[in-house]
């Protein structure tokens, strides 16, 4: 399919009631926002669906307002959904939108205000606000109107609220699937799958319901076709083997049940939350828990409890529930428990920003406790990766009895995205809890000292009777300040990093494998760098980039790699100094994390560029960004 | 039935646990006079008598001069972090319904960084015995005011008394919701610190006990009075409660007959002030146990991990022959 936009035109049939040639996209950009409770964001996640039963590739993101119920009519209470959709595979939320539609003129404000929308794109408003009561109102709707055409935006008034009363009295209730069945019409989405979705959104309710709201969409369709000159197609492939559509928090969710860990103890808290939710709904059928703890502190002490006396288990966080598990975690590290701790990041220091997306919390990962206490740390960076690294995450933890940190974040956490239905295996799960009895002379910390690791001793094998702790201790775990014996368990501990380490493979590169720029990622950030990277390369720029999955260890090799371009640079969603500040220097400037530990891992003097305002990096940012470091503005 | 019989001889035999077997090759390094060796001493006869495999007993304890206990037993011990105590054994019991779980905890421990999981504990109701070793002071970082120490207590960091009221374990866990068992106890009475001790480890749900013990090294001379003189003790007995012997009923002579579901009761000797009360408060075996409720339905099974799995994908998945209609569920 030719990948440029808006060019080639083709026919439709006439059976339509006013047929209007569809301009074919390689891929478009839809937001749906509203106040929170008109219901846009199950109108994007609907229409992402349809276009991902079609054969589009998406990535929708979730547009969450910072509270449960923001005042109506406000900036601050945008709410709704991003799809993303192209004739390939999608594997970020992409730039600004092309298209938005919009349940009043404040929401979209929002948008505007955070620059999400592109240039000239085309704007579809709910009208009824201009002939509203209350004059102020029907002022700021006309105001703002005039405002973004004469900004050029391409502007439609819809009666949003006039047509959904002709087929329901509460239009509140149903003006997204109007919306819907109107995005439905101007993308050319297939009706039968448009009309299936909805059945499936209703699908436990009564039939009139599913009627009603069938019949809005269709309303929403004919309504679009009738009175906009607006008709695209994105055509669309059907994957050869079955696709999931999930978010990330559900893909993780899926991974903890598909990697046998039997007890998650958690303790609420944005935008980790929801993967427990969906796990609470379905870990009981599997004979397993989610327990709900006092606090963060408890919850990791439980986790911690149930992995010393059985399978390895899991606790679910975000960056303040992270620090409070600190102390408990460097328990763990020392006694040698296994531990999955999955981290959905969010905005950061302090309560930070809840709802949005920060890489901020790697350096807490790996050095967030006090003394040395050698973590593993790795990053998913899909939603297909959610599922699959908690896996990994669960086998690693068992095998060298450690700490397995899983860092995603807001992003992943309610991006949708399909990929490959996983087919089940047996060996992903835990194997059954060892019971047998420990040999007479094993000892409870048996380090090996080709690979640090000793057999743990789990409650109920015979002759393993020993007492664990936090301090010090020797072999037998009994209490030891020698100075050999505390060096030989943080030799020993320290060991089994490096053992891990010789395990590792060193991501494939995306780009060439030499040249100008190397950017280097990890986490939710893939999908856009590597955007970036193929556009930088159209343009005629070398770069490539180097995706980590592993960030404690790091696989052997990176330092050979950065040596093959003339520049390193990080990429990532966190915090950096700007060297344009008149403060900054090179000498004082505070690196993005990434950045600061390759450089001091490999003494090479590599750059950072990234952001810590809230939202997924977007690939032309990066661009401009490497182009600025070459001096090719 | 002799068969049954002969297999019960037997299994006496191959299992006949000594008060040894329960010992570690550790000796305690509590102070001489430390009330804590009387209770590590109850705790290993209690597990002689009850005759429970050092295999499937498990002791959590959190930090302190008695979070030592775990090391002195021979069992699995878990000495993990200050406070964490009583969190990290919930986590043990969750899926392990064949292990007895004991937990040490001390004032500091339980009722000061602890104080949120103690509460937690109590409403949850998981089946484990938890010993609160109160001696009033911080002990093992020598010498600083806890929650529980008298007010004017002059410590470390209150050189000149401590300003506030202590806090009362008792009423505290009293007045918690799904409370199933509280008990008062003092190391120097090692009969009934056993007799309750038992009581607590029969109990089904969370027992608490409160065990007052002597700390020499900083509290001298604290419990002096009652040590000396019995007739400050309040001892309570009752049917479903303790059983005095006749020497411990000679020594003992305040007695309080006290139902232990009597809660009203309850709560009014936990606040006496001139006595210490020791004996079984309160005890209602009928409250829900949240081990008992969260327990699986079923095992899980690779079998059922496939089946839920392959549920939860069908709701998502995209078929490559999508003209699959959909079934409204
Ligand atoms: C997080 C943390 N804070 C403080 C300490 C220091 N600390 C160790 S034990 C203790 C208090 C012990 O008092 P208590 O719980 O009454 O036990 P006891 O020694 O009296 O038996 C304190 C404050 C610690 N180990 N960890
Ligand atoms: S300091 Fe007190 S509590 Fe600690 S061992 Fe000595 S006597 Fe016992
Ligand atoms: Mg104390």
């Known amino acids: ?633 | 039935m002799s068969e049954n019989l002969s297999a019960c001889m037997m299994r006496m035999v191959e299992t006949d646990y000594a008060l040894s077997d329960y010992q570690s090759d550790i000796a305690p390094r509590w102070c001489v006079g430390c009330g804590d060796t009387a209770i590590l001493t109850a705790m290993q006869k209690l597990c002689r008598d009850e005759q429970l495999a050092p295999e499937k007993t498990v002791c959590v304890s959190g930090i302190g001069c008695s979070s030592r206990l775990p090391h002195y037993m021979n069992a699995y011990g878990f000495h993990g972090i200050h406070g964490r105590a009583l969190p990290v054994a919930e986590g043990v019991k969750i899926r392990r319904p064949d292990l007895d779980v004991f937990v040490t905890t001390g004032d500091g421990d339980c009722t000061s960084i602890g104080a949120a999981h103690w509460i937690h504990a109590i409403r949850y109701n998981m089946n484990m015995t938890v010993l609160l070793h109160d001696n009033q002071i911080y002990g093992l970082t020598k010498k600083q005011a806890s929650p529980t120490s008298p007010i004017g207590q002059k410590s470390n960091t209150t050189p000149f008394g401590s300003v506030l009221l202590p806090l009362n374990p008792l009423t505290v866990t009293l007045g918690v919701a799904n409370v199933s068992f509280v008990a008062q106890a003092v190391d120097w009475i090692p009969d009934l610190l056993y007799d309750i001790l038992k009581k607590a480890f029969h109990h089904r749900g969370l027992s608490f006990v409160r065990i007052l013990q002597r700390c020499p090294e900083f509290m001298q001379h604290r419990f002096d009075d009652y040590v000396r003189d019995p007739s400050k003790m309040r001892i309570l007995t009752h049917g479903n409660g303790l059983r005095l012997s006749p020497e411990v009923s000679r020594v003992y002579k305040n007695q309080e007959t006290h139902d232990p579901l009597d809660m009203g009761r309850a709560l009014a000797i936990a606040a006496i002030a001139d006595e210490i009360p020791v004996g079984i408060l309160y005890n209602d075996p009928s409250v829900p146990c949240y081990d008992d409720l969260r327990a699986g339905e079923r095992p899980s099974t690779p079998a059922l991990v496939e089946t839920v799995l392959r549920e939860e994908f069908d709701k998502v998945t995209i078929w490559p022959d999508d003209a699959e209609p959909v079934a409204a569920e």
């Open chain 1, 1 to 633: 399919m030719d990948n440029k936009a808006e060019q080639a035109v083709i026919e439709r049939q006439p059976s339509k009631p006013r047929p209007k040639p569809a301009v074919v996209l390689s891929e478009h950009i839809v937001e749906i926002v509203s106040d929170s409770g008109e219901g846009a964001q199950r109108c994007g996640q609907s229409f992402g669906a349809i276009a991902a039963r079609s054969g589009n590739g998406i990535w929708t993101v979730e547009i969450i307002p910072a509270e449960i119920q923001p005042p109506h009519r406000s900036v601050a209470g945008a709410s709704g959904n991003r799809v993303r959709f192209a004739s390939g595979p999608v594997t970020n939320g992409g730039n600004e939108a092309d298209l938005v539609v919009a349940f009043n003129e404040q929401v979209l404000l929002s948008r505007l205000h955070a620059d999400e929308i592109k240039p000239g794109g085309i704007i579809l408003m709910e009208s009824k606000w201009r002939n509203d009561r209350n004059a102020g109102i029907a002022a700021s709707y006309a105001q703002v109107v005039e405002e973004i055409r004469t900004r050029g935006f391409r502007v439609y008034e819809v009666p949003m609220e006039v047509e959904c009363l002709k087929l329901v009295p509460d239009p509140r209730k149903g003006k997204n699937m109007f919306v819907l069945g109107m995005l439905c019409g101007i993308y050319s989405l297939d009706e039968g799958l448009a009309r299936a979705q909805v059945a499936r959104i209703f699908g436990k309710k009564d039939q009139k319901i599913i009627d009603a709201n069938i019949e809005l969409l269709d309303a929403g369709r004919s309504w679009a076709e009738t009175n906009l000159d607006l008709r695209f197609t994105v055509p669309a492939k059907r994957a050869t083997e079955a696709q999931v559509v999930m978010n990330g928090n559900t893909a993780l969710a899926l991974g903890v049940v598909a990697s046998g860990m039997e007890v998650c103890a958690m303790y609420p808290i944005t935008p980790a939350t929801s993967t427990s939710h969906y796990l609470s709904n379905i870990f009981e059928k599997v004979g397993c828990v989610v327990h709900q703890a006092e606090d963060e502190i408890a919850a990791c002490a439980f986790a911690i409890g149930a992995s010393y006396a059985g399978k390895c288990a899991v606790t679910i966080t975000s960056g303040p529930g992270l620090s409070l598990k600190q102390e408990a975690l460097g328990l763990a590290v020392m006694a040698e428990i296994p531990l999955v701790v999955i981290d959905v990041q969010r905005g950061g220091p302090s309560t930070g920003l809840p709802t949005k997306v920060e890489q901020g919390d790697l350096m807490a990962a790996i050095f967030g406790g006090h003394g040395d206490a050698p973590k593993v740390v790795m990053a998913p960076s899909t939603i297909e990766d959610c599922f699959y690294s908690v896996i990994t995450a669960r086998k690693i933890a068992e095998t060298f009895n450690m700490v397995v940190m899983l860092l995603s974040d807001a992003s992943l956490a309610t991006a949708q995205q399909p990929f490959p239905r996983p087919s089940f295996r047996e060996d992903w799960l835990a194997p059954p809890v060892n019971q047998s009895p420990v040999p007479e002379d094993a000892k409870p910390y048996d380090w090996d000292p080709r690979t640090g690791i000793a057999t743990r001793f789990i409650p109920g094998q015979p002759n393993g009777m020993h007492c664990l702790t936090g301090l010090a201790h020797d072999r037998d775990s009994h209490v030891a300040y020698d100075p050999e014996i505390n060096e030989e368990g943080l030799l020993n501990r320290s060991r089994k990093l490096a053992a891990l380490q010789t395990t590792l493979r060193l991501p494939p590169l995306c780009g060439g494998d030499s040249g100008e720029m190397l950017l280097i990622g990890w986490g939710s950030t893939l999908g856009a760098i590597e955007e970036a990277v193929g556009i930088l390369r159209a343009q005629g720029i070398a770069a490539s980039s180097l995706h980590l999955k592993f960030l404690q260890p790091m696989a052997s090799g990176i330092g050979e790699v950065m040596k093959r371009f003339t520049h390193v640079m990080s990429i990532e969603n966190n915090w950096n100094d700007p060297l344009s500040d008149p403060l900054i220097t090179p000498e004082n400037r505070r690196y993005s994390s990434l950045a600061l530990l390759l450089r001091s891992r490999y003494l090479v003097d590599i750059d950072c560029w990234g952001n810590a305002r809230g939202q997924p990096l977007k690939p032309t940012a990066i661009v401009a960004a490497v182009r600025s470091k070459l001096g090719k503005e």
